[in-house]
């Protein structure tokens, strides 16, 4: 499986204000993935990113809110926008990996607090 | 009606004790069904993937899969207190422009007492 790597792992942040969250793999893969996960509550897909392709956005995601970079086949940036306290999660990166199956891998994270 | 659905817990069992975790799904086509492991205040993952019916067994685990059920489950045999954790059922729904997209269910707290 990939080695997955995020930046920040976390951060505290003033409403308002925007945070860039880095993706890092340690190898070449076609599909990365944004997820949030707000506090004790499952995951849920924010987008999809395919290099060389605008994301694909789920529904009730808007790339005004959560631009998405993926200049690469090894990284993706996750920019979360104009935060307010209910932007407050665990933001997520996952790779899809070519073993057969459709399996992801999860990165660390990076645990957002917006005050 | 939810797309990905878990029995509702939390679970508790006694060490060396079989813990059974149940997953439902809504979207008949689905394909890859996946169970992730999840520590507090760690990221996913995974434990067991399955893709045809009936049973996969890895170590303690084994994963079941019923498509005419929609309905996937976990077992976990010699339960120990390093197994406690939530446990994620994920779903692949591939197709259209959500090729890859995983669904979760809401999760299972799992407890292993000593």
Known sequence: ?115 | QKEVEQNSGPLSVPEGAIASLNCTYSDRVSQSFFWYRQYSGKSPELIMSIYSNGDKEDGRFTAQLNKASQYVSLLIRDSQPSDSATYLCAVNSAGGTSYGKLTFGQGTILTVHP
């Open chain 1, 1 to 115: 499986s990939a080695v997955i790597s995020q930046k920040p792992s976390r951060d505290i942040c003033q409403r308002g204000t925007s945070l860039t969250i880095q993706c890092q793999v340690d190898s070449q893969v076609t599909m990365m993935f944004w997820y949030r996960q707000q506090p004790g509550q499952s995951l849920t897909l924010i987008a999809t990113a395919n290099q060389g392709s605008e994301a694909t956005y789920e529904s009730g995601f808007v790339i005004d809110k959560f631009p998405i970079s993926r200049p690469n086949l090894t990284f993706s940036t996750l920019t979360v926008s104009n935060m307010s306290p209910e932007d407050s999660s665990i933001y997520l990166c996952s790779v899809e990996w070519s073993d057969g199956g459709q399996t992801q891998y999860f990165g660390p994270g990076t645990r957002l607090l917006v005050l």
